[in-house]
């Protein structure tokens, strides 16, 4: 039937309808934010660095590990934000800055291990669980229909401007 269905839609239309609907499309009938095993693990997480870098030496705490455990909260708060959204676009918007914070998070661990101001297995522990947030948050991104293109690590065959 013509005029009818998501085709006959402009694209504010399908977003709002697909919005109304996110928490089917993320495989999730999650009520609140708190029901989400992405937000529940990255708070497990931000929990267990604000630990590791409860024992660093003071001068640690202050620099690496004030950034380390911002960015550990802003994953987990930056899901929540986005789960109250009222569009999808939002939602995958805050997801993605998420995605960012996790790994900035990853990064920072892997700086703490290197440098010898955080324990190797407990930071080693903590890259791999943030790396598990990190896949769990792309899932909700594909299962909400961002496409790959999207993404700012999506290879093109087109020629790079510097090369």
Not at 5 to 34: C, M
Not at 77 to 101: M, P, Q
Request: hydrophobic share 35%; proline share 4%.
């Amino acid at each position: 039937m013509e005029g009818t269905g998501p085709r006959a839609q402009g694209p504010d239309e399908i977003d709002l309808a697909i919005g109304e609907d996110r928490r089917k499309y993320a495989g999730s009938a999650a009520q609140s934010f708190r029901e989400l095993i992405a937000w529940q693990k990255a708070m497990d997480l931000a929990v267990d660095v604000y630990a590791l870098v409860r024992g660093w030496p003071r001068s640690d705490q202050f620099g690496l590990g004030s950034q380390l455990q911002r960015a550990a909260s802003s994953a987990a708060a930056n899901i929540a934000e986005g789960f109250e959204r009222r569009s999808t676009k939002e939602y995958l918007r805050f997801l993605a800055i998420a995605s960012g914070s996790v790994a900035e998070t990853e990064t920072h661990l892997i700086l703490a291990q290197r440098t010898g101001i955080g324990d190797d297995r407990i930071c080693a522990e903590l890259q791999a669980r943030a790396r598990e947030v990190g896949r769990i948050l792309r899932g909700i991104e594909r299962g909400l229909g961002r496409h790959p293109k999207s993404s700012p690590n999506f290879q093109s065959s087109a020629p790079d401007r510097d090369g």
